[in-house]
């Protein structure tokens, strides 16, 4: 009796076993099938966030377009995008403005899904499953002409420059008239080295205008002039006015180019081109924007001074003489530039961080163009005050001599700091009107939540 009561006791155990075994199975599977694979979560965010350089023959070194290409470099990938090296996306996410046009960062949850991807083998999962692949403009097609309906009105190219294979950097800086003969203005601008070889030799170009203005006709920014029309370097290629707003280019105006060559081991002969779209000659918006520069530290391009095994920090203020909307932030440093900080001080002592770029990577100049509903609007009297930081210790990575002291220069082994900032200055009425339409449309927005 005793016997098979045991032996009744181990069946049923056994059996409590396997239905006690069957959900943790379940569970399991489960768990199996929510694991990240390549087709279904990762080839979406690499397709969103990295093709449009790491694909063939582009400025990337590696393509990952294909489970193939991506899976030598999966734990690569992982430790660039878990310390957000990549993309490339330099913006503080803890402190000011973090709404932007352009932002091509990862989200913390696209993150999350390519370290957990990688932690458990980087499976390439069912191939039907694959996002359509992607559709690139070809590099002769303006990204813009489908914005604007067309290519751009206007191209102004620099002339032709050939660059040794082997050669110190050169600067290149020609003046090219525009051909322009009466005055127009601009909605929308693209830069860009003229073939894919010219964007390996072209660290950078500016392209500055020269034209004559009447007096004050600049208002608030007639201390800058006219100012920078457009930069290129890696990851930027153009800008679009907001409604209402654009560039003044007269007639007799002519471009003075200043173009950031370097050598790649190859004799490569390119130019630059500048397209320009123009509003209808019956159409003046009501609002002109200045693209300037406003350096990070006072005295003149002799006070930068950054000296040996030390982080050096510099300042500088600009007073807004008018009132203006910010459209964007761009810091420009060199190899030993760690960060930059532009920040409003408002006319009633409140202080407002607008952006911080604290781990500044001289690859890449970005450009961070404020969302509509985001662009701050600030009043005349507002300070702009710019802080710069320099590491010039044998702690940062790339410092081609910590022993050497650096001065302000155009050599990339040089330094610089200054911010490309777009700015629409607003009369009194315009900037009142700018501000209740903000206000109104923040309001619709919370009650929408």
Same mark, same amino acid.
């Given at each position: 009796?005793?016997?098979?009561n045991m032996?009744?006791f181990?069946?049923?155990?056994?059996?409590?076993g396997?239905v006690?075994a069957?959900?943790?199975a379940a569970?399991?599977a489960e768990?199996?099938d929510?694991?990240?694979?390549?087709?279904?979560?990762?080839?979406?965010?690499?397709?969103?966030?990295?093709?449009?350089?790491?694909r063939?023959g582009y400025?990337?070194?590696?393509?990952?377009?294909?489970?193939a290409e991506v899976?030598?470099?999966?734990r690569?990938?992982?430790?660039?995008?878990?310390?957000?090296?990549?993309?490339?996306?330099?913006?503080?996410?803890?402190?000011?403005?973090q709404?932007?046009?352009?932002?091509?960062?990862?989200?913390?949850?696209?993150?999350?899904?390519?370290?957990r991807w990688v932690d458990n083998?980087?499976p390439?999962?069912?191939?039907?499953?694959?996002?359509?692949a992607?559709?690139?403009a070809?590099?002769d097609?303006?990204?813009?002409?489908?914005v604007?309906?067309?290519?751009p009105?206007?191209?102004?190219?620099s002339?032709?420059?050939t660059?040794?294979?082997l050669a110190?950097?050169?600067w290149?800086?020609?003046?090219?008239?525009?051909?322009l003969?009466e005055d127009?203005w601009?909605?929308?601008?693209e830069?860009?080295?003229s073939t *894919?070889?010219?964007r390996?030799?072209?660290h950078?170009?500016?392209a500055r205008l020269?034209q004559e203005?009447?007096?004050?006709?600049?208002?608030?920014?007639?201390d800058i002039?006219?100012?920078?029309?457009m930069?290129w370097?890696v990851?930027?290629?153009g800008?679009v006015?907001?409604?209402?707003s654009?560039?003044?280019?007269k007639a007799g105006?002519?471009?003075?180019?200043?173009i950031h060559?370097h050598a790649?081991?190859? !004799?490569?002969?390119?130019?630059v081109?500048?397209g320009?779209y123009?509003?209808?000659?019956?159409v003046?918006p009501?609002?002109?924007?200045?693209?300037?520069?406003?350096t990070?530290f006072?005295g003149g391009r002799?006070?930068?001074s950054i000296?040996?095994n030390?982080?050096?920090v510099?300042?500088?203020?600009h007073?807004?003489k008018?009132?203006g909307?910010?459209e964007?932030? !761009?810091p420009?440093?060199?190899?030993?530039?760690?960060?930059?900080q532009?920040?409003?001080?408002?006319p009633?002592?409140?202080?407002q *961080?607008l952006s911080?770029?604290?781990?500044?990577?001289?690859?890449?100049?970005?450009?961070?163009v404020?969302?509509?509903?985001?662009a701050?609007?600030?009043?005349?009297g507002t300070?702009?005050?710019f802080?710069?930081?320099?590491?010039?210790t044998?702690?940062?990575?790339g410092?081609?001599?910590?022993? !050497?002291?650096?001065?302000?220069?155009?050599?990339?082994v040089d330094?610089?700091?200054?911010?490309?900032v777009?700015?629409t200055y607003?009369?009194d009425?315009?900037f009142?009107?700018?501000?209740?339409e903000?206000e109104?449309?923040?309001?619709?927005?919370?009650n929408?939540q």
């Amino acid at each position: 009796m005793a016997l098979w009561n045991m032996r009744r006791f181990g069946l049923a155990a056994a059996l409590l076993g396997v239905v006690l075994a069957f959900p943790v199975a379940a569970l399991a599977a489960e768990a199996v099938d929510e694991q990240p694979t390549f087709a279904k979560d990762i080839a979406p965010i690499f397709r969103d966030k990295c093709e449009a350089c790491h694909r063939a023959g582009y400025i990337a070194p590696m393509s990952l377009q294909t489970y193939a290409e991506v899976r030598p470099w999966a734990r690569s990938i992982k430790q660039r995008v878990e310390t957000r090296q990549m993309p490339p996306w330099h913006i503080d996410k803890a402190v000011g403005i973090q709404a932007f046009k352009n932002d091509r960062s990862m989200t913390d949850a696209e993150i999350e899904t390519v370290v957990r991807w990688v932690d458990n083998g980087a499976p390439q999962g069912n191939p039907a499953d694959l996002p359509p692949a992607a559709v690139f403009a070809d590099d002769d097609v303006w990204n813009y002409a489908d914005v604007f309906g067309g290519p751009p009105d206007l191209v102004i190219y620099s002339t032709p420059y050939t660059m040794p294979a082997l050669a110190q950097d050169h600067w290149w800086k020609p003046e090219v008239p525009t051909g322009l003969t009466e005055d127009r203005w601009i909605r929308g601008i693209e830069i860009r080295p003229s073939t *894919v070889p010219g964007r390996r030799i072209t660290h950078h170009a500016l392209a500055r205008l020269q034209q004559e203005e009447e007096d004050d006709a600049l208002g608030a920014a007639s201390d800058i002039g006219p100012g920078l029309l457009m930069e290129w370097a890696v990851g930027k290629q153009g800008e679009v006015m907001r409604p209402n707003s654009g560039k003044l280019i007269k007639a007799g105006s002519s471009i003075v180019w200043d173009i950031h060559y370097h050598a790649v081991g190859e !004799q490569i002969t390119d130019t630059v081109e500048l397209g320009l779209y123009l509003y209808p000659k019956e159409v003046e918006p009501k609002h002109r924007q200045v693209l300037a520069a406003f350096t990070t530290f006072e005295g003149g391009r002799e006070a930068l001074s950054i000296l040996p095994n030390q982080v050096t920090v510099t300042e500088a203020f600009h007073v807004m003489k008018q009132n203006g909307r910010i459209e964007n932030f !761009q810091p420009h440093l060199h190899l030993r530039g760690r960060g930059m900080q532009m920040e409003a001080i408002l006319p009633d002592g409140d202080r407002q *961080v607008l952006s911080l770029v604290s781990k500044f990577d001289f690859n890449w100049h970005n450009n961070y163009v404020y969302a509509d509903d985001a662009a701050p609007l600030l009043p005349k009297g507002t300070v702009l005050a710019f802080k710069a930081w320099y590491d010039n210790t044998a702690g940062l990575r790339g410092n081609p001599d910590p022993n !050497q002291w650096v001065g302000w220069g155009d050599r990339t082994v040089d330094e610089m700091g200054h911010a490309w900032v777009n700015v629409t200055y607003l009369e009194d009425a315009d900037f009142e009107a700018a501000k209740a339409e903000r206000e109104a449309a923040l309001e619709l927005t919370s009650n929408e939540q």
